[in-house]
T-cell receptor, first 111, second 113 residues
Framework: LAKTTQPISMDSYEGQEVNITCSHNNIATNDYITWYQQFPSQGPRFIIQGYKTKVTNEVASLFIPADRKSSTLSLPRVSLSDTAVYYCLVGGDNAGNMLTFGGGTRLMVKP | EAQVTQNPRYLITVTGKKLTVTCSQNMNHEYMSWYRQDPGLGLRQIYYSMNVEVTDKGDVPEGYKVSRKEKRNFPLILESPSPNQTSLYFC?????WGHGTQYFGPGTRLLVL
């Protein structure tokens, strides 16, 4: 079962780029890496997903090194509304494979 | 609108009084899960289901039951709630396991006295 480790919290300022790293040393071959964003009292919301190398969408980029033992979520030019908890999730498509969320990283964006 | 709904959104109950939290999705997803969220502990999976009549334990299944008689519904049952089950509960569904986006419901805040 792939366990993930993330920093508990991070601070940033508006307009800066934020990078949040997730460690998943025992990731399995068929596991994907997914990041979610959560605001207080709301359900998590999908941000981005990848398997290897780099993935980019309109919201974020995800960098995954060749060994896949870690991944980095990159948020370009954050704003106050990006203040939230960010979760790294590792899971595969084998039947019976549980999904495990990391502890989450609380990002505080300051003016 | 594609969504996951949960009911009730808020519930206060007493120890030992059986309760059910309903979850329904209208996206025809195969996979559904229940999570609980507690301060400092993040999201922990309680049970998950890969199809109708197929369910399995997650990280913290003790004290909970689930059923999946229909594809769209995945109720969470607390047969004899205890105060340590006071938490925020989320239901989620996904078209694929692992590498599929999970769609989360709005959450159910439960207080067990």
């Amino acid at each position: 079962l792939a366990k993930t480790t993330q920093p508990i919290s991070m601070d940033s300022y508006e307009g800066q780029e934020v990078n949040i790293t997730c460690s998943h040393n025992n990731i399995a071959t068929n596991d994907y890496i997914t990041w979610y964003q959560q605001f207080p009292s709301q359900g998590p919301r999908f941000i981005i997903q990848g398997y290897k190398t780099k993935v980019t969408n309109e919201v974020a980029s995800l960098f995954i090194p060749a060994d896949r033992k870690s991944s980095t979520l990159s948020l370009p030019r954050v704003s106050l509304s990006d203040t939230a908890v960010y979760y790294c999730l590792v899971g595969g498509d084998n039947a019976g494979n549980m999904l495990t969320f990391g502890g989450g990283t609380r990002l505080m964006v300051k003016p | 609108e594609a969504q996951v709904t949960q009911n009730p959104r808020y519930l206060i109950t007493v120890t030992g009084k059986k309760l059910t939290v309903t979850c329904s999705q209208n996206m025809n997803h195969e996979y559904m899960s229940w999570y609980r969220q507690d301060p400092g502990l993040g999201l922990r999976q309680i049970y998950y289901s890969m199809n109708v009549e197929v369910t399995d334990k997650g990280d913290v299944p003790e004290g909970y039951k689930v059923s999946r008689k229909e594809k769209r519904n995945f109720p969470l049952i607390l047969e004899s709630p205890s105060p340590n089950q006071t938490s925020l509960y989320f239901c989620a569904s996904s078209p694929f396991w692992g590498h599929g986006t999970q769609y989360f419901g709005p959450g159910t805040r439960l207080l067990v006295l």
